[in-house]
Nanobody, 117 residues
Framework: QVQLLESGGGLVQPGGSLRLSCAAS????????MGWHRQTPGAQRELVAT???????RYADSVKGRFSISRDNAKNTVFLQMNSLKPEDTAVYYC???????????WGQGTQVTVSS
């Protein structure tokens, strides 16, 4: 079965950096989309960044210029480099995978990112 395991969250001060990782297992080598979403209590889960196996990327306006998504297809892993972190970036970050036919959506357990002085 498909599993997504996030890591790299933690507590950082404003202006700091974190690198999140998401390792996928159980998926095939076909076209896929992997990305990151985040959620705070009482708010909807929002898209942060996505990356396709064809090389395209997309970012939320709120993180453009600060976050960068990348992947290592050989290791079946996607990363989110987060720089210049702000308190409003505090959230649980979830890894998402879309793959298969018909397409199916898979989610990781989430990793907490807290930006605070």
């Amino acid at each position: 079965q498909v599993q997504l395991l996030e890591s790299g969250g933690g507590l950082v001060q404003p202006g700091g950096s974190l690198r999140l990782s998401c390792a996928a297992s159980g998926n095939d080598d076909g076209y896929n989309v992997m990305g990151w979403h985040r959620q705070t209590p009482g708010a909807q889960r929002e898209l942060v960044a996505t990356s396709t196996s064809r090389g395209s990327t997309r970012y939320a306006d709120s993180v453009k210029g600060r976050f960068s998504i990348s992947r290592d297809n050989a290791k079946n892993t996607v990363f989110l480099q987060m720089n210049s972190l702000k308190p409003e970036d505090t959230a649980v970050y979830y890894c998402k995978l879309i793959t298969g036919f018909p397409p199916s959506e898979y989610w990781g357990q989430g990793t907490q990112v807290t930006v605070s002085s």
